[in-house]
């Protein structure tokens, strides 16, 4: 059958299709285009009351029969169902969860992280749902913060590389291909730089630190083509940034071209005015939000109707709606949902969801994203000499704590007709253990203590439990009451009784390896000095016991690298690693150290890396120009090994004060023993700019240190200059 409209025709290019379909809607179907709901409110009666063109927290056949539902209302619009699917298709209770951001981002593996996205589009794709709330685009800045496990580190052109690289996993080639979905980078922007970590509050930024900092990653998956941006809570400078026109409009379209649509966080309008009190009643904040160039409101019951009479009543230009429609309309568009892509095939989903062949990437990931940073006396790998394995604490065998958070668990979403996660489909760090220690091996477990109530009746019997082991592994870290959104910490220690336990361990002589399982860095410097070894896993899916046990054991050689800065102690918040100079006497305090426990950028592996021969292609730059880094790197040990290469810049003099050094490239070098590799690393001229005292984006002439190494110390790298000549 021929279509009977232009916008019907999937011939016809879509900036025509999108006119055509604009100029049919009513003042209502537009205003509920700009609207997104909660579909678990009544989505039946909120679509054909209300014409809302998007729901979350929708999935399977239930988003099927909403959108058959809308292809009978007048123009047929289809809806578009968006899900918060952060490391995995977390709310499907048979996907595939991955490691979580952060500690994705350790593999330092742009390519992995991309097939992450590829993996969760799919299956996210086959439940009928075409968008997610992600990627997590906070620089992490403040440890205290509950969302620092959702993002990529604290290093803004990190952030942007991974980011950029899950995008395109998320979206591929071609956004209307029916195993892909729409990104939403979030939160957009400086979410990550409130004051003491506290989520959602007032962000205190400067726009040279906005440009400088919180946008960059946001600028380069705009850059990647990302389909849409997340507004975020907080406000910058007074200004929540939903309401934020210099943000949404004249950063985002007029100086980045950004040609997506930008969603309000949940109830980010009624937040104006309960919370943040800068809008009197709704009506005024449904008002200043689509007038700075906010095209959807998230959960906020009524918007529709407040478009309208604001419209009506001459308060609001119905030419900004036609914008926000437009914008949100070709999406849809772009995305398939007119032409094919409305329906899931929840049949063929069955068959591809959680597959082996995604759980093998589950497993890669986490393998890859684990972190070693002690080993003392070569400990690990466990040898075939250990014939009694002692398994303690109390995130040894806790599915909730190892998945992290956007999981789906009983309940979760409100209602019951989504099962929880079957406790066979994961495996905990304690099966992993006992799988690969095999019969000649016992493996013995105690709980030992809990992460939140510091009694301590069960630390003894781990405690004898450990005295009558070959080597003790004990799992420690936190749990989803301390982590994530909302749940923001002021102490760092570990909680519970966790302490008390390690010191018991610790007093029975038993060589200890103590495995970090938590959602960010935590402060433990009793443990760095106590335990043999030590390993950070953060949350590494479902896959994350047979990961560590394949650490522990040797099967595979540790190549992660932290992508976020340990802190001894929580005073010494913010601690990230390119900090700019000057303080004053001597980078210390006079009760701390002043350096982190373990810096960004560091990691052991089970055999050495030796760097050598740092020279560069030349000695000064222009613009338009590119300079080479060669850097010789050999393996000095005797296994095969991983070793991260990275690239570091300094500007030596400049005319506003810069960061020491600032993370410019790397790469994942893999050598075996006794091998040695030339790496070559390209610097481009634009990498060096700076925002100005005038917040202009230049790069100033002037000498330039590189620093090469394996990790942001300065004992671990090997320098060199160049200088930038004027134009």
Same mark, same amino acid.
């Given at each position: 059958?021929?279509?009977?409209?232009?916008?019907?025709?999937?011939?016809?290019?879509?900036?025509?299709?999108?006119?055509?379909?604009?100029?049919?809607?009513?003042?209502?179907? &537009?205003?509920?285009?700009?609207?997104?709901?909660?579909?678990?409110?009544?989505?039946?009666?909120?679509?054909?009351?209300?014409?809302?063109?998007?729901?979350?927290?929708?999935?399977?056949?239930?988003?099927?029969?909403?959108?058959?539902?809308?292809?009978?209302?007048?123009?047929?619009?289809?809806?578009?169902?968006?899900?918060?699917?952060?490391?995995?298709?977390?709310?499907?209770?048979?996907?595939?969860?991955?490691?979580?951001?952060?500690?994705?981002?350790?593999?330092?593996?742009?390519?992995?992280?991309?097939?992450?996205?590829?993996?969760?589009?799919?299956?996210?794709?086959?439940?009928?749902?075409?968008?997610?709330?992600?990627?997590?685009?906070?620089?992490?800045?403040?440890?205290?913060?509950?969302?620092?496990?959702? =993002?990529?580190?604290?290093?803004?052109?990190?952030?942007?590389?991974?980011?950029?690289?899950?995008?395109?996993?998320?979206?591929?080639?071609?956004?209307?291909?029916?195993?892909?979905?729409?990104?939403?980078?979030?939160?957009?922007?400086?979410?990550?730089?409130?004051?003491?970590?506290?989520?959602?509050?007032?962000?205190?930024?400067?726009?040279?630190?906005?440009?400088?900092?919180?946008?960059?990653?946001?600028?380069?998956?705009?850059?990647?083509?990302?389909?849409?941006?997340?507004?975020?809570?907080? @406000?910058?400078?007074?200004?929540?940034?939903?309401?934020?026109?210099?943000?949404?409009?004249? !950063?985002?379209?007029?100086?980045?071209?950004?040609?997506?649509?930008?969603?309000?966080?949940?109830?980010?309008?009624?937040?104006?005015?309960?919370?943040?009190?800068?809008?009197?009643?709704?009506?005024?904040?449904?008002?200043?939000?689509?007038?700075?160039?906010?095209?959807?409101?998230?959960?906020?019951?009524?918007?529709?109707?407040?478009?309208?009479?604001?419209?009506?009543?001459?308060?609001?230009?119905?030419?900004?709606?036609?914008?926000?429609?437009?914008?949100?309309?070709?999406?849809?568009?772009?995305?398939?949902?007119?032409?094919?892509?409305?329906?899931?095939?929840?049949?063929?989903?069955?068959?591809?969801?959680?597959?082996?062949?995604?759980?093998?990437?589950?497993?890669?990931?986490?393998?890859?994203?684990?972190?070693?940073? &002690?080993?003392?006396?070569?400990?690990?790998?466990?040898?075939?000499?250990?014939?009694?394995?002692?398994?303690?604490?109390?995130?040894?065998?806790?599915?909730?704590?190892?998945?992290?958070?956007?999981?789906?668990?009983?309940?979760?979403?409100?209602?019951?007709?989504?099962?929880?996660?079957?406790?066979?489909?994961?495996?905990?760090?304690?099966?992993?253990?006992?799988?690969?220690?095999?019969?000649?091996?016992?493996?013995?477990?105690?709980?030992?203590?809990?992460?939140?109530?510091?009694?301590?009746?069960?630390?003894?019997?781990?405690?004898?439990?450990?005295?009558?082991?070959?080597?003790?592994?004990?799992?420690?870290?936190? =749990?989803?009451?301390?982590?994530?959104?909302?749940?923001?910490?002021?102490?760092?220690?570990?909680?519970?009784?966790?302490?008390?336990?390690?010191?018991?361990?610790? @007093?029975?002589? =038993?060589?200890?390896?103590?495995?970090?399982?938590?959602?960010?860095?935590?402060?433990?410097?009793?443990? @760095?000095?106590?335990?043999?070894?030590?390993?950070?896993?953060?949350?590494?899916?479902?896959?994350?016991?047979?990961?560590?046990?394949?650490?522990?054991?040797?099967?595979?050689?540790?190549?992660? &690298?932290?992508?976020?800065?340990?802190?001894?102690?929580?005073?010494?918040?913010?601690?990230?690693?390119?900090?700019?100079?000057?303080?004053?006497?001597?980078?210390?305090?006079?009760?701390?150290?002043?350096?982190?426990?373990?810096?960004?950028?560091?990691?052991?592996?089970?055999?050495?890396?030796?760097?050598?021969?740092?020279?560069?292609?030349?000695?000064?730059?222009?613009?338009?120009?590119?300079?080479?880094?060669?850097?010789?790197?050999?393996?000095?040990?005797?296994?095969?090994?991983?070793?991260?290469?990275?690239?570091?810049?300094?500007?030596?003099?400049?005319?506003?004060?810069?960061?020491?050094?600032?993370?410019?490239?790397?790469?994942? !070098?893999?050598?075996?023993?006794?091998?040695?590799?030339?790496?070559?690393?390209?610097?481009?001229?634009?990498?060096?700019?700076?925002?100005?005292?005038?917040?202009?984006?230049?790069?100033?002439?002037?000498?330039?240190?590189?620093?090469?190494?394996?990790?942001?110390?300065?004992?671990?790298?090997? &320098?060199?200059?160049?200088?930038?000549?004027?134009?």
């Amino acid at each position: 059958m021929s279509p009977n409209f232009p916008y019907q025709d999937a011939s016809r290019p879509i900036p025509e299709r999108v006119e055509d379909l604009l100029g049919r809607m009513t003042l209502a179907e &537009k205003a509920g285009q700009m609207c997104q709901m909660n579909g678990r409110d009544g989505a039946e009666a909120i679509l054909t009351e209300h014409h809302v063109g998007s729901f979350l927290h929708m999935l399977g056949e239930e988003t099927n029969a909403i959108q058959r539902l809308a292809a009978e209302t007048r123009l047929g619009i289809p809806v578009l169902f968006g899900i918060d699917a952060i490391h995995g298709h977390g709310f499907w209770p048979t996907s595939t969860i991955f490691p979580t951001q952060l500690a994705l981002s350790c593999t330092w593996n742009p390519a992995l992280v991309e097939e992450v996205g590829r993996i969760t589009a799919r299956e996210v794709a086959y439940t009928g749902v075409h968008w997610t709330f992600s990627p997590v685009l906070g620089t992490v800045r403040d440890l205290r913060w509950g969302r620092v496990g959702e =993002t990529f580190g604290e290093d803004p052109y990190l952030i942007g590389v991974l980011g950029s690289a899950i995008v395109r996993g998320y979206q591929g080639d071609d956004l209307s291909h029916p195993e892909t979905i729409a990104a939403c980078g979030k939160h957009y922007a400086g979410y990550s730089g409130t004051q003491g970590g506290r989520d959602s509050s007032e962000a205190d930024l400067s726009e040279r630190a906005m440009r400088s900092i919180y946008l960059r990653p946001f600028r380069a998956v705009v850059e990647a083509g990302c389909a849409t941006l997340m507004a975020g809570y907080h @406000a910058i400078d007074g200004t929540p940034c939903s309401a934020n026109r210099w943000l949404l409009t004249e !950063v985002l379209r007029d100086e980045w071209g950004f040609a997506g649509f930008v969603v309000s966080d949940w109830k980010n309008v009624e937040h104006m005015n309960d919370e943040q009190r800068v809008s009197p009643d709704l009506a005024d904040a449904a008002r200043r939000i689509v007038a700075a160039g906010n095209d959807m409101a998230m959960n906020t019951p009524g918007f529709t109707d407040l478009v309208i009479r604001l419209v009506e009543e001459g308060d609001l230009d119905e030419a900004l709606v036609d914008q926000a429609v437009r914008n949100i309309l070709r999406v849809k568009f772009a995305l398939g949902l007119f032409d094919g892509n409305r329906y899931a095939d929840l049949e063929q989903g069955a068959a591809v969801i959680g597959c082996a062949a995604h759980r093998a990437v589950a497993l890669e990931s986490a393998v890859q994203s684990l972190v070693l940073l &002690k080993n003392e006396g070569a400990l690990l790998p466990l040898g075939d000499d250990v014939q009694r394995i002692a398994v303690i604490g109390p995130n040894a065998d806790d599915l909730q704590a190892q998945l992290g958070d956007w999981v789906l668990w009983s309940g979760q979403l409100g209602d019951a007709d989504l099962p929880g996660r079957a406790r066979e489909s994961v495996v905990t760090l304690l099966d992993g253990i006992r799988t690969r220690a095999g019969a000649g091996c016992t493996v013995e477990y105690a709980r030992g203590c809990d992460v939140i109530d510091p009694g301590t009746d069960e630390i003894a019997a781990a405690a004898e439990l450990a005295r009558a082991a070959d080597v003790a592994v004990v799992v420690v870290g936190d =749990t989803l009451a301390l982590t994530g959104e909302c749940h923001d910490r002021a102490n760092l220690d570990l909680s519970g009784g966790q302490q008390a336990l390690l010191e018991a361990v610790h @007093a029975t002589g =038993t060589p200890m390896v103590v495995v970090l399982l938590s959602s960010k860095p935590l402060t433990i410097p009793w443990v @760095a000095a106590h335990a043999r070894a030590l390993l950070a896993v953060w949350n590494p899916g479902l896959e994350g016991g047979t990961a560590v046990a394949s650490i522990l054991f040797g099967d595979r050689n540790p190549s992660g &690298k932290l992508t976020v800065s340990i802190p001894y102690h929580v005073g010494q918040q913010p601690v990230y690693y390119n900090v700019l100079p000057g303080w004053h006497g001597a980078p210390k305090y006079v009760d701390l150290p002043y350096e982190p426990l373990f810096p960004f950028g560091y990691g052991l592996s089970y055999t050495r890396f030796a760097y050598s021969n740092l020279r560069l292609s030349a000695g000064e730059l222009a613009e338009g120009e590119m300079l080479q880094v060669m850097v010789d790197v050999e393996n000095v040990g005797d296994r095969a090994g991983v070793e991260v290469v990275q690239l570091y810049v300094n500007d030596l003099f400049s005319s506003v004060a810069t960061p020491l050094k600032e993370l410019k490239g790397f790469a994942r !070098v893999e050598l075996a023993p006794g091998e040695k590799q030339t790496v070559e690393l390209a610097l481009a001229y634009d990498q060096l700019a700076l925002v100005n005292a005038d917040v202009e984006t230049v790069v100033e002439p002037g000498a330039f240190e590189v620093l090469v190494g394996g990790s942001s110390r300065d004992e671990d790298v090997l &320098k060199a200059r160049f200088v930038v000549n004027d134009k």
